[in-house]
């Protein structure tokens, strides 16, 4: 089962920033936090992840709380090309290390 | 440089009929995923190859549902004796190793059973 809960869906405006929230309030020690956003009729596609700290891509950013139960997405100029369905996992690096969908965001950006 | 490739893009089967699906992983990825993607649903995990053996396969849904992977590269699902509900989008990833972060996924095989 997934372990995470997200907004069903959100919208933003173009060129603004586009923070998406994903809480994991029962996330473990060794488990980190992963997403990935599905385009319309495209396999998944890995943004970023992080355990503790907070992170930076040329995609995007994560911003982890310190008690780890939740995080934030931020996708600094949202263009057209983000509306897509985002995900937020919680990933054990156990043997297999496959990846738990929950439902995501959809998010819409808005010209 | 490639990505990860399935065939056929599109499938359309009678019930009852077997199927099966393909997955060219990405050139020196040992680990390969399976997933599939229901209707209205979300991405749904059915089995994990590291190399040639499969060590999770805890998402097969039924005995109707197997996969191998040949040479620690092309991997086949197959399904036997198809089922409407089993109409989906089966996703195939792979990643560099079992302790790598990414997975890239491919495009996906979408499968209609009349």
């Known amino acids: 089962d997934a372990k995470t809960t997200q907004p069903t869906s959100m919208d933003c405006a173009e060129g603004r920033a586009a923070n998406l929230p994903c809480n994991h309030s029962t996330i473990s020690g060794n488990e980190y936090v992963y997403w990935y956003r599905q385009i319309h009729s495209q396999g998944p596609q890995y943004i970023i992840h992080?355990?503790?700290n907070n992170e930076t891509n040329e995609m995007a950013s994560l911003i982890i709380t310190e008690d780890r139960k939740s995080s934030t997405l931020i996708l600094p100029h949202a263009t057209l090309r983000d509306t897509a369905v985002y995900y937020c996992i919680v990933r054990l690096r156990d043997s297999s290390y496959k990846l738990i969908f929950g439902s995501g965001t959809r998010l819409l950006v808005r010209p | 440089g490639a990505g990860v490739s399935q065939s056929p893009s599109n499938k359309v089967t009678e019930k009852g009929k077997d199927v099966e699906l393909r997955c060219d992983p990405i050139s020196g990825h040992t680990a390969l995923y399976w997933y599939r993607q229901s209707l209205g649903q979300g991405l749904e995990f059915l089995i994990y190859f590291q190399g040639n053996s499969a060590p999770d396969k805890s998402g097969l849904p039924s005995d109707r549902f197997s996969a191998e992977r040949t040479g620690g590269s092309v991997s086949t699902l197959t399904i036997q004796r198809t089922q409407q509900e089993d109409s989906a989008v089966y996703l195939c990833?792979?990643?560099?190793?079992?302790?790598?972060?990414?997975?890239?996924f491919g495009p996906g095989t979408r499968l209609t059973v009349l």
């Open positions: 992080g355990l503790k």
């Open positions: 990833a792979s990643q560099a190793g079992p302790l790598y972060n990414e997975q890239f």
